[in-house]
């Protein structure tokens, strides 16, 4: 089970840097992937991460404002948000790819629990 966590309330223009970490496992053996669900859409892929830190970018990968990490040793995952826009408002998801390279299209994974809430708003 991943968690995903560093959601909240930022006015726009602000950043957040989400984390996903496993307890009990390791991430290193995976593909981890970030996906958001915002209000009466559809789920969208964000950025996934290989495990040799390559990253592939999906629909809503807002490129040039957020970017996709992973410290092995520190077991996490990181999706760094800046300059967020009321659009990027949504709960974002980590999930687990069983597989050592990002899919092209983008796919929830696995593992992934009830998410962080992002909103941006003034």
């Given at each position: 089970q991943l968690q995903a966590s560093g959601g909240g309330l930022v006015q726009p223009g602000g950043?957040?840097?989400l984390s996903c970490a496993a307890s009990g496992s390791t991430l290193?053996?995976?593909?981890?992937?970030?996906?958001?669900?915002a209000p009466g859409k559809e789920r969208?892929?964000?950025?996934c991460i290989s495990?040799?830190?390559?990253?592939?970018?999906y629909r809503y990968a807002a490129k040039g404002?957020?970017?996709?990490?992973?410290?092995?040793?520190?077991?996490?995952?990181?999706?760094?948000m800046n300059n967020l826009k009321p659009e990027d408002t949504a709960v974002y998801y980590c999930g687990a790819i069983s597989r050592s390279q990002c899919p092209t299209f983008f796919t929830p994974g696995?593992?992934?629990g009830q998410?962080?809430?992002?909103?941006v708003s003034s």
């Open positions: 950043s957040l840097r290193n053996d995976y593909s981890i992937g970030w996906f958001r669900q969208e892929g964000v950025w495990t040799t830190g390559r990253a592939t970018s404002r957020f970017t996709i990490s992973r410290d092995n040793a520190k077991n996490t995952v990181y999706l760094q696995t593992g992934w998410g962080t809430l992002v909103t």
